[in-house]
């Protein structure tokens, strides 16, 4: 089986690898389709006043991370029915949401709410201890419309929901260094970066020069996990090529200056 050995997806489930083996189909999971992004499914920044007491000190923290990084957009991508009622994996804090950040030279979709501390206790933990990202140049200047119906988001949405499911990543992340997968986005996706296989490869953890990928919040520290988007021939490369592939690839990637950004980011 692959890294994820039971895969909630939107709309079909991913093939993943393992560290050091080429990637293996995972079984659906059944009615765990998250309900989509609804006609202005937006929500303003998080109250945690009824949360878990230490929620709002968590997302300072977090909001303070991104506020270096760039402008956060007033709303959040969110639902009006959170997914974990129809089949999906329970965030910590019950909340569900994405974030954009604009940089001047990028945009970035990052999960929100996988780092909240869990509502059904008053401990003060950090969630899953992280949040996932995909750094774009090419989204400047989307608007929130089209930003919340684009393959992107439907990606970092589909790779948040297995990070829930495994209760978070940087454990693995730590063990292994920089991962890959595959996820399958049926028709969103450009054709060009489809595999024989209709998926998208990604790579997960790549470092980024210059910038802190973990912040300290007073439950804890919370990794900011980057996606990658990936070509179909570099994806070729992976399978079967396990960790020495991967780490090729990775100092290729940061050799070339392109690194962790998932350019071209096709809209």
């Known amino acids: 089986m692959g890294l994820f050995d039971r895969i909630f997806r939107r709309p079909t489930a991913p093939s993943t690898d393992q560290p050091d083996a080429p990637s293996e189909p995972a079984p659906a999971a059944a009615d765990?389709?998250?309900?989509?992004?609804?006609?202005?499914?937006?929500s303003p920044a998080p109250d945690?006043?009824?949360?878990?007491?230490?929620?709002?000190?968590?997302?300072r923290a977090v909001d303070?991370?991104?506020?270096?990084?760039?402008?956060?957009?007033?709303?959040?991508?969110?639902?009006?029915?959170?997914?974990?009622?129809?089949?999906?994996?329970?965030?910590?804090?019950?909340?569900?949401?994405?974030?954009?950040?604009?940089?001047?030279?990028?945009l970035v979709l990052a999960s929100d709410g996988l780092s909240d501390p869990d509502v059904d206790t008053d401990e003060l933990t950090p969630g899953f201890g992280c949040e996932v990202f995909l750094e774009a140049p090419d989204l400047v200047g989307a608007e929130f419309a089209e930003l919340r119906a684009s393959w992107q988001f439907s990606l970092v949405e589909q790779l948040a929901m297995n990070v829930a499911h495994l209760g978070g990543?940087?454990?693995?992340?730590?063990?292994?260094?920089?991962?890959?997968?595959?996820?399958?986005?049926?028709?969103?996706?450009?054709?060009?970066?489809?595999?024989?296989?209709?998926?998208?490869?990604?790579?997960?953890g790549m470092a980024v020069p210059g910038r802190a990928l973990r912040v300290d919040t007073p439950g804890g520290p919370v990794d900011l996990v980057a996606v990658t988007v990936i070509g179909p021939d570099e994806l070729g490369?992976?399978?079967?090529?396990?960790?020495?592939?991967?780490?090729?690839?990775?100092?290729?990637?940061?050799?070339?200056?392109?690194?962790?950004?998932?350019?071209?980011?096709?809209?």
């Open 48 to 59: 945690a006043s009824q949360d878990n007491p230490h929620t709002a000190a968590v997302q």
């Open 169 to 204: 990543i940087s454990d693995r992340l730590e063990q292994h260094g920089v991962l890959s997968m595959e996820l399958p986005l049926g028709d969103a996706a450009p054709p060009e970066l489809l595999s024989p296989q209709g998926t998208v490869g990604v790579l997960l």
């Open 237 to 267: 490369r992976l399978v079967g090529g396990g960790a020495e592939a991967r780490r090729a690839l990775v100092e290729q990637r940061l050799a070339s200056g392109v690194g962790h950004l998932s350019t071209p980011a096709r809209r």
């Open 32 to 42: 765990a389709d998250p309900a989509g992004p609804p006609d202005g499914g937006a």
């Open 64 to 106: 303070a991370y991104w506020d270096g990084i760039g402008v956060s957009d007033p709303d959040r991508i969110s639902y009006l029915i959170n997914p974990m009622f129809t089949g999906a994996p329970r965030w910590p804090g019950i909340r569900q949401s994405y974030r954009v950040v604009r940089t001047p030279q990028t």
